[in-house]
């Protein structure tokens, strides 16, 4: 079994930044494909950024593209979320998923360890 355990998040002013990390157990977590999901109060889950085994390739939604950036550290079993220029509409509960497959996919479904999440909330 994969664990992944998020931090990070907190209350910040409109304008401020956060780094989420995710950090999974596991030797296995080099060959992980990982991604970052979030959820605000009555919306559904929806897809944030994605990075493959090695780190050369991610994605991020298109209204978040310039403002949030993921990377890895395979060596400290952990994968990172920068967020800048955060706005209200960030708040949210960010979710770190893994899987272990060498493709990226965007559906959550197909994802099959998560964390606990971890509370963000931007205010105006």
């Known amino acids: 079994q994969v664990q992944l355990v998020e931090s990070g998040g907190g209350l910040v002013q409109a304008g401020g930044s956060l780094r989420l990390s995710c950090a999974a157990s596991?030797?296995?977590?080099?060959?992980?494909?990982m991604a970052w999901f979030r959820q605000a109060p009555g919306k559904e889950r929806e897809f944030v950024a994605i990075i493959n085994w090695n780190g050369g390739r991610t994605y991020a939604a298109d209204s978040l593209k310039g403002r949030f950036t993921i990377s890895r550290d395979n060596a400290k079993n952990t994968v990172y979320l920068q967020m800048n220029s955060l706005k209200p509409e960030d708040t949210a509960v960010y979710y770190c998923a893994a899987r272990t497959a060498y493709s990226i996919t965007v559906y959550e479904g197909e994802y099959e360890y998560w964390g606990q999440g971890t509370q963000v909330t931007v205010s105006s």
């Open positions: 596991g030797r296995a977590f080099n060959s992980y494909v």
